[in-house]
């Protein structure tokens, strides 16, 4: 299982950035994705998560609103657009998959890209 993030960058306040996240060597459309962050200096935090079809998305309070998870089966490819940055959404951002499921917390996924900075300035 592979992982690929990217799209990350240095950006100001209130602009927009849309991660990807390719995935190889496994069957991409058996599992559920998600998206988290870890900020320097704290725990890696839950942002979005999609389910196997697409049909079902799920966000934490901080990003409901403002970022919009997807995924292409086709493509077996995962994004996650994020509109309306603010300096708080500063950290590395990662995708992550697990079989059947999408769920919010980290224990629960067993494979992990490498993260992609996003930094939001004021």
């Known amino acids: 299982v592979q992982l690929q993030a990217s799209g990350g960058g240095l950006v100001q306040a209130g602009d927009s950035l849309r991660l990807s996240c390719a995935a190889s060597?496994?069957?991409?459309?058996?599992?559920?994705m998600g998206w988290f962050r870890q900020a320097t200096g704290k725990e890696r935090e839950f942002v979005a998560a999609?389910?196997?079809?697409?049909?079902?998305?799920y966000y934490s309070d901080s990003a409901k609103g403002r970022f919009t998870i997807s995924r292409d089966n086709a493509r077996n490819t995962a994004y996650l657009q994020m509109n309306s940055l603010k300096p708080e959404d500063t950290a590395t951002y990662y995708c992550?998959?697990?079989?059947?499921?999408?769920?919010?917390?980290?224990?629960?996924?067993?494979?992990w890209g490498q993260g992609t900075q996003v930094t939001v300035s004021s």
């Open positions: 992550a998959a697990q079989k059947g499921l999408a769920t919010r917390s980290w224990l629960d996924y067993d494979s």
């Open positions: 060597g496994f069957t991409f459309s058996d599992y559920g």
């Open positions: 999609v389910t196997w079809s697409g049909g079902s998305t």
